[in-house]
């Protein structure tokens, strides 16, 4: 599996070359190494992509009634319009599909847009073999064999992978094969086949172009989220994932916690050494931490000299442990060579009883600040005392605050 994965990065990322890292080649063979923030815009394109294509569908499927009346028996045409008219409802319905973006729901509506004309072509199929059509009757019913192709050709627009691509066209390939079943004991099995063949080949165009469509998407979902400068994840992005995360942590009752960091004394960099220098500094910053988070912590750049620590399934006493690991390895360095310091306030949903992602931020960020004015160079949490580790900086909690100096005035963030 992975060397298929692997062969398809090699050959796709050709097509963006130097937006792909080696690593996410497995992401175009599985979903399940997708991110969250990923995995719900690639619902959300799914689903709406599904609505446009049940749409188009919907709008078609009546207006076919006309030619069936005017070329076909009197006692077949009433057969298939009333076919006709139920499978338009049902793609009508899944115009107004309007579940919460999720890979679930995504399937979901794929599986049922893709079942409607299947099933459609599977009944259809068996009416008209009940007929020996003639002349344009038979040119017109021959029409009804070409769903399948028109079906197994969508998947070109939506961006899959390639286990996706082959779960959804697997049935639809299965259901044409059964309807033609009975040509292999006749003289048109080799027409069959060579259909069955092209059938196939459709397929797998169009699953490598549902796969560069996800390579695609993987690039510019890349850029998008992304803080240009320091390649952390940008605050409209983090603000998607909070809320992500905020309501699978509800859902689950699993903790959520926050760290709020500010740079300490950050404006003098700028003032006295240069914006290029204070880059620098978040860039470390940046470097420094990343180096250091587990797989599903999310660092966002909040803003200016403020990021945001994103830590799931991380209770307050779990979240000072990693704190504290962070401040004692080290922020980075400040252009005169001293060690970069920060003030940081963390909160957790359950423990701080908070009822939106945006209160949680607002509860860490007050707290941010309050250990700037406790000093700087210091964590400011909420938690109870037995829960609080010994903090790498100064060893001991006092009441709230882990500080290393008194008090000074704030200079403004």
């Known amino acids: 599996m992975q060397k298929i994965s692997h062969f398809l990065w090699l050959r796709l990322s050709g097509l963006l070359p130097g937006e792909l890292m080696a690593d996410q080649s497995s992401w175009l063979f599985s979903p399940h190494q997708h991110m969250p923030l990923m995995a719900h815009r690639r619902a959300r394109m799914i689903i709406n992509r599904v609505r446009l294509f049940a749409f188009l569908f919907a709008v078609l499927t009546p207006l076919w009634i006309v030619v069936d009346v005017l070329t076909l028996p009197d006692t077949l045409w009433p057969q298939l319009m009333a076919l006709r008219l139920l499978a338009s409802a049902a793609f009508i319905g899944l115009v107004y599909y309007k579940r919460q973006a999720g ?244 909160a957790e949903r359950i423990n701080d009883g908070c009822n939106s992602w945006e209160d949680l931020v607002a509860c860490a960020d007050s707290r941010m600040y309050q250990a700037k004015s406790s000093g700087r160079d210091s964590i400011h949490c909420h938690a109870p005392e037995h829960a609080r580790p010994a903090c790498a900086i100064c060893n001991n909690y006092n009441q709230n605050t882990c500080a290393t100096k008194q008090p000074e005035p704030v200079e403004p963030r």
């Open 103 to 346: 890979m679930l729901n995504a399937y979901r509506a794929m599986a049922t847009l893709f079942a409607i004309p299947t099933v459609f072509y599977v009944i259809s199929h068996l009416l008209l073999t009940r007929y020996s059509l003639q002349g344009l009757s038979a040119a017109i019913s021959a029409g009804y064999a070409f769903l399948p192709f028109v079906l197994l050709a969508g998947f070109a627009i939506f961006p899959l992978t390639l286990l996706e691509s082959l779960a959804f066209a697997t049935p639809v390939l299965v259901a044409y094969g059964l309807a033609g079943i009975e040509h292999w004991g006749g003289g048109s099995w080799p027409a069959f086949s060579a259909e069955y063949w092209l059938l196939i080949l459709i397929t797998g165009v169009s699953t490598l172009a549902s796969i560069s469509q996800l390579v695609l998407m993987m690039a510019l979902v890349g850029q998008a989220i992304r803080d240009p400068l320091t390649g952390c994840y940008s605050r409209r992005s983090g603000e998607e994932i909070l809320a992500l995360q905020f309501e699978q942590s509800t859902r689950t009752g699993t903790p959520l916690s926050l760290a709020f960091i500010d740079l300490d004394h950050f404006k003098q960099i700028n003032d006295r050494y240069g914006h290029e220098a204070g880059d620098q500094v978040l860039k470390s910053l940046v470097k420094a931490i990343s180096a250091r988070l587990r797989r599903g912590d999310v660092l966002t750049r909040w803003g200016g000299e403020e990021f945001l620590l994103i830590l799931p399934n991380t209770d307050c006493q779990q979240s000072l442990q990693a704190l504290a690991r962070l401040y004692q390895q080290g922020l980075g360095t400040r252009p005169d060579g001293h060690p970069q310091t920060a003030s940081t306030g963390t």
